[in-house]
């Protein structure tokens, strides 16, 4: 099974050790899936993981020790463009749906619910969810 994880679920995962971002996280890590994510996605972990709100809360060890773990997933160097077409609720979610349609992952997990990616439902073959419904698809026990 492979995986996208929307980067808010990746920060929640570093709030906090109770909930369904860090059992994803965590089962991860554990080889229960792939994960794949790309250049674009770690260079906006990087720097969100430095505005003051966050830093305040989040331990500096902690994120490199996820962007160590980022860089050993499956990672995108080149995103494909998306179609014009394409109904973008926050054209900054973009390179998610293009590492989506790049990968064939089997989902797409985001915590983001006024944006719009949830709304879509899917993107090509691949699923989009909240973290709590792929832990119950998935049988992860949170």
Request: charged share 25%; hydrophobic share 45%.
């Amino acid at each position: 099974m492979r995986i996208i994880l929307d980067t808010n679920v990746l920060v929640a995962a570093l709030i906090s050790r109770h909930g369904a971002p860090d059992t994803i996280y965590r089962a991860w890590r554990a080889g229960r899936f792939e994960l794949i994510t790309s250049s674009a996605q770690l260079d906006e972990f990087r720097r969100i993981s430095r505005y003051p709100k966050l830093r305040a809360i989040l331990r500096p060890h902690l994120i490199g020790t996820m962007v160590n773990n980022l860089n050993r997933a499956l990672i995108i160097e080149k995103l494909p463009a998306l179609p014009d077409n394409m109904d973008l609720g926050d054209p900054g979610d973009a390179f998610l749906l293009a590492m989506a349609a790049a990968s064939g992952a089997d989902y797409l997990v985001t915590g983001d619910y006024r944006a719009g990616l949830l709304q879509k439902g899917n993107v090509g073959r691949t699923r989009i969810v909240n973290p709590a419904s792929f832990c119950e698809e998935t049988a992860l026990e949170q």
